[in-house]
């Protein structure tokens, strides 16, 4: 469910035509609905409503500020995984111990002021990161909750790039050495371990995969409990996935009548970590046709936007669907390509379209997540504004960069 969508041939954002916003801000832009994320986050807390439960926003599938904000004033919370990500989800106001912080890498300045945030728990993906918590944490006089991550080698049957729980995956500790790795990492000073935290990937439509790495991990708490462990947080992760093309996704409602059968008699508390699902249909990019070429066997529609701003289908050969912003009569097929010196600068490949012209603008749908957080500055291109609409209202909520702003920290 999302709120884009035609009334007399124009493409809306809830009741703001695009194209007004894309004639103010100029293009491309980033065009966010507040609505639908607000929305999106109730379907899944209220979904985990029968048991105690917390949904931390996965920051990286798009941190814009204004739409951590929205989330906070839902009460949501953070799943971040860089010193970046912790300051923005603390300076868009969520509090400290709603955030979690997963990622193989942590630095011991992330880690140290993480800790002196007093976030809710780390999510701990090897050892020697347990070891350098630990240290850490001792130093600074406190002991700090932690989960470990573990990798079930569940397939979750999606692309290969974004599959995080098989056992050649950089993520997590290995589960058939779980206890092992538990028991090593309670020994050690300053840390209380007190959760299991699963990621197994991103775009995943089928529940199946979930309950097969839950019923794993309610295995290996068992296991955990007989040898003195206390296990009183589950994080199941993220990776719900949505409707790019045609993709029959599990809805939230689904997705907790499957699982929480499992974790309601565990009696702890339940962590989602939800990112794609709540804003990758709660956001557009809209760009300008450049110029319609015609090429010796393809047509090409040539957009103001490129890989830079929106990488997804360059990188994971992903689908999003792109309309013009305007109805026309007529269809064209052509490859829809951005500006960018490089053959993988595309949006879409033999698409028909509605027939544009030069100056009309297009929709690529679906670009909610992770479009602007991977945005780039390749080929110095000035990284897109972003847009959030509220109702009959529409707020800049990220100036397009400046030339000058390409410019910073640089010297010569
Ligand atoms: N939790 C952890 C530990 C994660 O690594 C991720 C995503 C999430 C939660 C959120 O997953 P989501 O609910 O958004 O599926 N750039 C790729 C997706 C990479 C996902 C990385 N981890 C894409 O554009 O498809």
Redesign the pocket.
Known sequence: MHYFGFKNGQLYCENVKVATIAKTTGTPVYIYSKRTIVEHFRKIDEAFAGVDHLV?Y?L??NPALAIIKTLQKEGCGA?I?SGGELYKALRAGIAPEKIVY??VGKTRAEIETAIKSRIFMF?IESIPEAERISAVAKKLGKTVEVAL?INPDVDPDT?H??T?GKKENK?GLNISKAKEYFLAAARLPNIKVCGI?T?I????TKVEPYVLTLKKIIALKAILEKSGLRITRLNI?????IIYDNETPSTPANFASKVLPLLKPLGVKVIL????????NAGIMAAEVQYIKKGEVKNYVILDAGMNDL??PS??D?YHDIVAVKKTSGKLKADIVGPICESGDFFGKNRVIDKVKEGDFVAVMSAG???F??ASNYNCRRKPAEVLVDGSKFKIVRKRETYQDLLNGESF
């Not at 992760?237 to 996935?241: I, S």
């Not at 970590?273 to 990758?280: L, M």
């Open positions: 931390c996965a990286k599938a799943d995984v997963a990622g999510n991550r692309h790039y974004i995080t993520f935290h990621h990937g991103s775009q995943i992760g993220g990776g719900l996935g970590e939800p990112g794609r699902f709540i804003v990758g990488i997804r990188l994971y992903a997540a992770y479009g957080s991977m």
